[in-house]
């Protein structure tokens, strides 16, 4: 399985966490049960009123992102800031709170840093990293943790966005070289729990109804991605776990389609994805990449 194969099916894995959870965002795990069984098909609806394999802002701040990268040639901060205001000014489907706030700040001061606050501590920017994994694979870990921050930073000034966004970053990156899971739980997981207790989950009751804190993100994404052995049981486990399952989705699709590769996920949510939303994730995969290896070694 090659780099570029993993890396399309992180971003694949992404958008399609992001569709298959927005049915139920919001929604406890017995109402899931009550209205859909298992909840494992694409099939749009949820508070949203989405059409089937329409994504929300998971997947399209992550493409913003992307395209201020490729544009620039690196992770900047100034051009993140202007392609996600630019975003919210195209009026998208859904926006977190924290990030309109710090976006509107933005906008107002031109310092594309948000202040500091623990209260900032959401998944908004733990759930757009995929394309910075992307950008600075092969870079010193130095340069990498600084184009971390400098994306989360825009909306997202925490120690706990900081910490779950490069321990996310990290992952990915060692899942396209190869890593298997055991390697990444002990690598990664555990070392991020060990350093902040707060994303434990270990030795705690399974994560259900997981708010927007990002932490309880965390918690529920590695427990479905390290106890299910499969892309598509990795999916359903996460998301019928309710709360704020677009973004639970859309992390563990990342994960998982990188440790899994693209032959794993299934068909059929793949032809229900967006078409064009599927085409803009293949491309910037290849794109991103190309931006830092011969393209010989993808």
Sequence with gaps: MTILDRATAAYLGLA??????????????REIREHYGVHRKICGGGWLRLKPGQVTDDTTMSLALGGAILAQGKVDAQAAAQAFDAWMRAKPVDIGNTVRRNLLYFRKTGNPEAP???????????MRVLPVALATFGLPDEAVRAACRAQAHVTHNSRLSDAACECLV???????????KNELLHKHAHPLAAQ???????????CENP???????????????FDTDSFEDCLVDVVNRGGDADTTGAIAGMLAGALYGADAIPEAWL????VSTKSSCEEQA??????CIRPAAL
């Design 286 to 291: 290849k794109d991103l990449l190309h931006q």
């Design 271 to 274: 032809n229900t994805l967006d």
């Design 170 to 180: 990290f992952m990915v990156q060692d899942a396209l070289r190869g890593a298997s």
């Design 196 to 206: 902040h207790s707060e994303f434990r989950f270990r030795a705690v009751r399974q």
């Design 116 to 126: 500091y606050s623990d209260h900032d501590a959401g998944n908004g920017a733990a």
């Design 211 to 225: 708010s927007g804190f990002v932490a309880d993100t965390l918690r529920a994404v590695f427990q479905g991605f």
């Design 16 to 29: 399609i966490g992001d569709a298959l959870g927005a049915t139920v965002e919001f929604m406890s795990p």
